[in-house]
């Protein structure tokens, strides 16, 4: 066994404290009529110790799309959207950008996740606005709640291959947005 590496230790104790895992196997080879044990050590590519692609990895990248945005006056306006969300294993810049003929929507955050919760901070530059973000999930789907001063919105993420669709809802926009890899 490698030094530093025991039998007991977590995949990502066993990774960090190695790097990589080494298989060893022994050969007999016959040298002048004798044979000698050799042990012959190679790398494993093992996906025991592959790095973790962190909470956001299937949201990484440019996105586009659209959809529809109910507006505090009761009006409805179809929505033209595109998103980028640039990943770094635990943490994530998320910008969202969507217009209409009349309303424009311009949304960033920088987030982090502990794995099963996110938080960080958002800033809406159309309207001024910005503040913290709270929330929890992983993987595919995410749900939180975007507080500043003055403002309340939840806003809800799922993840489906290709598609995703984003749901944010305050007291002067609800809007559904369906995008597209």
Known sequence: MEQGITPGMT????????????SGVFRGVVVGGMTLAVLSM????????????????????????????????????RLRCRANYGVGGSTMRMVLYCASDSYKL?????????????????????????????GRGSGNSFHAVAQGAGFNASISLSVSGARQQVTMRSGSINANIGLSR
């Open 11 to 22: 995949r990502t104790a066993r990774c960090g404290a190695a790097g990589k895992r080494w």
């Open 42 to 77: 190679a790398p494993l590519a093992s996906s025991e110790c592959r790095a973790d692609p962190g909470p956001f990895a299937r949201l990484a990248g440019s996105w586009r799309g659209g959809g529809t945005a109910v507006l505090d006056d009761g009006s409805t306006e």
């Open 106 to 134: 311009s949304f960033s955050a920088n987030l982090e996740s502990d794995g099963r919760s996110i938080g960080g901070d958002w800033s809406e530059a159309s309207h001024g606005l910005s503040g913290s973000l709270r």
